[in-house]
């Protein structure tokens, strides 16, 4: 799970993103399995709902600390509680693990 990071937060200038836009990502994918991605979020990264947004591009490198690149402990937890593993998956990112737990559960 993420940890917080004692460090103040910076204070940016107030002009720093004038005139810029912010766009997310598409969310598609996520809500076709938003019951799987409810579920996983809650009992792989211990994430209530409305404690965390993810899109179709968000990865399980998105909830490790910033400064490390470990992703092998939210790895074991997905291989226990779901009996797949990164290279079942063959990617990071949330969708394709959503995915993959769907296919995994219709074949059980």
Known sequence: MAKRR???FRILPPDRFK???IILAATDEVEANDVV???FMSVILELDPGDYLITDESDVLDFVPFDSKDVAEIWARIEAVYGINQLDVGSGRLVRIFEMISK???VQ
Do not use: L, T, V
Request: proline share 8%; net charge positive.
């Open 6 to 8: 004692d460090k103040p």
């Open 19 to 21: 005139g810029k836009k």
């Open 37 to 39: 991605a409810s579920e």
């Open 104 to 106: 995994h559960r219709i």
